[in-house]
């Protein structure tokens, strides 16, 4: 599996996905500006949503990719 890019759906930053981001993975869009957290709905054909940010202040919040 290679490299797949995606667009952040807040603000259509260009992102690039690893291939070890699984499905339910998190991410963090990379526009300074928007930092978004993102999870990983589905990889085909690739999907993310935007997570609520109540729900990213949690001790085991960890994402596995900086796009």
């Avoid at 300074?32 to 935007?50: D, I, M, N, Y």
Wanted: with cysteine; net charge positive.
């Amino acid at each position: 599996m290679a490299i797949e890019f995606l667009k952040c759906p807040n603000c259509r930053q260009k992102l690039a996905l690893q291939p070890f981001v699984m499905t339910g993975g998190m991410v963090v869009c990379a526009n300074v500006k928007c930092g978004t957290s993102l999870r990983v709905v589905q990889r085909r054909p690739l999907r993310v949503e935007a997570v609520p940010e109540a729900e990213t202040h949690k001790v085991d919040y960890r994402p596995e990719s900086y796009g």
